[in-house]
């Protein structure tokens, strides 16, 4: 088989507290719409997009899980897999922002260490924030993540948070990451410069910069093994 017919699937999963837009971020991603109503998703929901990334096709399934409480035993089973973690919490929300270290330690329970992206949505609410610019700064240190800030009612970055995830992953598929215990030993600028964060107000990571991205139709071909354990649960 030739090199370009095999296709990288990953599986992403979106956490956070209930409210703060992941599934608005989902549906912004894959369907391009935007809804002011909240609907709370039930257990989880599902939804995928095909893009180029560093001239590689990736297949995204991104996994919506529920943000109360009260389905956190269903939605765990669901994180099993995931190569990739979207961990967003809301601008307006205090709430949220306190509970990522736990959705991050949930993931982790049940993911090890992924490649995971820390989102502050609805940042077009800036004005009523209940969370300091610096906090977020230094939760994403802490986490040793990316902070992205995005606003999905706006599209605003949107595309920067899944099309970091896909690059990182495949930066690990072709290069594997040396045990946490090696990487903090061996690499802090590695892990330093993964702090960095991505913000709204950058002229350079507007919504506008998302040219690069190319939705294909489906097409047969034969995917390759990336997915370790993952979606065995479907
Ligand atoms: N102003 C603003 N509102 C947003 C933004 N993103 C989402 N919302 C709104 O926030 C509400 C909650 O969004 P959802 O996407 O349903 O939140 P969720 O995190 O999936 O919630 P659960 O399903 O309960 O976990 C909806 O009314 C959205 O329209 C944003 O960037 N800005």
Redesign the pocket.
Known sequence: MREEELEVALKVVIV?N???????MIQRYCKGTF???????IGVDFLERQIEVDGEEVRLMLW?T???EEFDAITKAYYRGAQACVLAFSTVDRDSFEAAHSWKLKVENECGEIPTVIVQ??I??IDQSVVNPEEADLLARALGCRLIR????EDLNVVAVFRHLASKCLQELRDPPLHDYDYFAAAPATFASDSLTISTFSPSHSSKNNGTIVLRPHKQKKKKNVLKNACRIL
């Not at 995005?150 to 009612?153: F, I, L, M």
């Open positions: 956070g209930g409210g703060v837009g992941k599934s608005s809804t002011k109503d909240y609907k709370k998703t919506d529920a943000g109360q949505n609805k077009d609410l995005t606003s999905v009612k």
